[in-house]
C-alpha cells in the first residue's frame, strides 16, 4: 500500500499483523499497532521523543545482565507487572489470589533445606524470623510434595546477587512441603529497600518525584504437578511504604501477620529478643505446572 496521508499508515500495518498465521499473536499484534498508533496520535509525539524512546529501550537491554534486570524493573514501575498478575489469576481478576510479582531477583537452584532449617548462610545482622506455612488448594486442602522456593533481601536491603558480603544464595532456600502440605524455616527480619535506581527507572522515579521504595516481603515460589505455579509475596504491614510500593504489588491478599515477640524465644536458646515470626497460608489454584523464565542467573 502506497501511504497518502497519516491515517494509512496504521490502515498498513494493521493489515500486514492481520496475515499473521498463529491467531493468538494475530490478535496481539493488531492490537499492539492500533494502541501505539493510538498512542503516538494522542501525545502527538514528536520526533525528538520518538528518538529518546527508542534510545531509552536500547539503554534497558544493556543494563540487563545476569544480576538485574531493568526491563522487569521497569514493568513493575509502571504497575504492568501488577496488572498481568491479577488479570490471570483470582478468576481472571474477580476475586482474590496469592499470586505476586516475580520480581527480578529470583533464582534457580536454590539450596535444598531441611524443613525447619535456616536459610542464613552467612553472617547477617538482625532480628530472628521463624515462618511456619500451609500450602492449600482451593478446598483448603494440603498439597504434599509441593516445591517451595523462598529467597528475600538481608536487613541491608540487598539481595546475595547484589551483596559481595552476603555468600552465594544466603537468605534462600528450596523445601518440600510435608503430608500436612506444610514447612518451616528460619531467617532473620527483612526490610523495606529502594529498587535499584542507577538506571533507566531511576531516572523516571526523579522525574515523576517518587520513592523508590518496596515494603518489606517475603518471596515464595510453589511448584507441584496438578497446578499453576503460585509465585507469591507476604508483606509487612507495619513497613513505612506498604500503601505506597513503588512496584504497586501489595495487595489485601498479600498481607502477612509478622509477630514481634519480646520474650526469650521457647527453643532457639540463641535468640534474643526481639525476635519475629510469620504463620501463612499459600492457596494454589488448579493448572499446569510451568515455571517462569528466572530474570537473573
Same mark, same amino acid.
Given at each position: 500500500?502506497?501511504?497518502?496521508?497519516?491515517?494509512?499508515?496504521?490502515?498498513?500495518?494493521?493489515?500486514?499483523?492481520?496475515?499473521?498465521?498463529?491467531?493468538?499473536?494475530?490478535?496481539?499484534?493488531?492490537?499492539?499497532?492500533?494502541?501505539?498508533?493510538?498512542?503516538?496520535?494522542?501525545?502527538?509525539?514528536?520526533?525528538?521523543?520518538?528518538?529518546?524512546?527508542?534510545?531509552?529501550?536500547?539503554?534497558?537491554?544493556?543494563?540487563?545482565?545476569?544480576?538485574?534486570?531493568?526491563?522487569?524493573?521497569?514493568?513493575?514501575?509502571?504497575?504492568?507487572?501488577?496488572?498481568?498478575?491479577?488479570?490471570?489469576?483470582?478468576?481472571?481478576?474477580?476475586?482474590?489470589?496469592?499470586?505476586?510479582?516475580?520480581?527480578?531477583?529470583?533464582?534457580?537452584?536454590?539450596?535444598?533445606?531441611?524443613?525447619?532449617?535456616?536459610?542464613?548462610?552467612?553472617?547477617?545482622?538482625?532480628?530472628?524470623?521463624?515462618?511456619?506455612?500451609?500450602?492449600?488448594?482451593?478446598?483448603?486442602?494440603?498439597?504434599?510434595?509441593?516445591?517451595?522456593?523462598?529467597?528475600?533481601?538481608?536487613?541491608?536491603?540487598?539481595?546475595?546477587?547484589?551483596?559481595?558480603?552476603?555468600?552465594?544464595?544466603?537468605?534462600?532456600?528450596?523445601?518440600?512441603?510435608?503430608?500436612?502440605?506444610?514447612?518451616?524455616?528460619?531467617?532473620?527480619?527483612?526490610?523495606?529497600?529502594?529498587?535499584?535506581?542507577?538506571?533507566?527507572?531511576?531516572?523516571?522515579?526523579? $522525574?515523576? *518525584?517518587?520513592? =523508590?521504595?518496596?515494603?518489606?516481603?517475603? @518471596?515464595?515460589?510453589?511448584?507441584?504437578? &496438578?497446578?499453576? %505455579? /503460585?509465585?507469591?509475596?507476604?508483606?509487612?504491614?507495619?513497613?513505612?511504604?506498604?500503601?505506597?510500593?513503588?512496584?504497586?504489588?501489595?495487595?489485601?491478599?498479600?498481607?502477612?501477620?509478622?509477630?514481634?515477640?519480646?520474650?526469650?524465644?521457647?527453643? $532457639?536458646? *540463641?535468640?534474643? =529478643?526481639?525476635?519475629?515470626?510469620?504463620? @501463612?497460608?499459600?492457596?494454589?489454584?488448579? &493448572?499446569?505446572? %510451568? /515455571?517462569?523464565?528466572?530474570?537473573?542467573?
Amino acid at each position: 500500500m502506497i501511504i497518502g496521508r497519516q491515517q494509512d499508515v496504521t490502515v498498513a500495518a494493521t493489515s500486514v499483523m492481520e496475515r499473521t498465521s498463529d491467531s493468538r499473536l494475530r490478535e496481539i499484534m493488531v492490537s499492539l499497532v492500533e494502541h501505539l498508533h493510538g498512542f503516538v496520535r494522542d501525545v502527538r509525539l514528536t520526533e525528538a521523543e520518538f528518538r529518546e524512546a527508542t534510545a531509552i529501550l536500547a539503554e534497558m537491554g544493556r543494563q540487563s545482565n545476569d544480576t538485574h534486570n531493568e526491563v522487569v524493573l521497569m514493568a513493575g514501575s509502571l504497575g504492568v507487572s501488577a496488572l498481568v498478575c491479577l488479570l490471570n489469576n483470582g478468576d481472571n481478576g474477580n476475586t482474590e489470589t496469592a499470586q505476586s510479582l516475580l520480581g527480578p531477583f529470583w533464582r534457580l537452584n536454590s539450596p535444598r533445606t531441611e524443613n525447619g532449617g535456616s536459610i542464613v548462610r552467612s553472617e547477617t545482622p538482625g532480628a530472628a524470623l521463624f515462618v511456619t506455612a500451609r500450602v492449600v488448594d482451593q478446598a483448603g486442602n494440603p498439597v504434599a510434595g509441593a516445591e517451595v522456593d523462598v529467597w528475600h533481601a538481608s536487613p541491608v536491603g540487598l539481595y546475595e546477587n547484589q551483596d559481595p558480603e552476603q555468600a552465594e544464595m544466603n537468605l534462600r532456600g528450596k523445601f518440600t512441603t510435608d503430608a500436612d502440605g506444610r514447612f518451616a524455616f528460619r531467617s532473620v527480619m527483612m526490610v523495606g529497600y529502594p529498587i535499584p535506581t542507577d538506571g533507566v527507572v531511576g531516572r523516571l522515579l526523579k $522525574a515523576q *518525584d517518587r520513592h =523508590p521504595y518496596r515494603p518489606a516481603h517475603l @518471596h515464595a515460589l510453589i511448584v507441584k504437578p &496438578g497446578f499453576k %505455579v /503460585l509465585i507469591s509475596q507476604v508483606y509487612d504491614p507495619a513497613d513505612p511504604h506498604i500503601d505506597s510500593d513503588v512496584q504497586f504489588g501489595v495487595t489485601k491478599a498479600l498481607i502477612g501477620d509478622f509477630v514481634r515477640h519480646d520474650e526469650p524465644h521457647p527453643t $532457639a536458646t *540463641d535468640v534474643r =529478643p526481639p525476635w519475629y515470626s510469620l504463620d @501463612h497460608v499459600y492457596r494454589m489454584e488448579a &493448572g499446569e505446572a %510451568v /515455571l517462569p523464565r528466572p530474570p537473573i542467573k
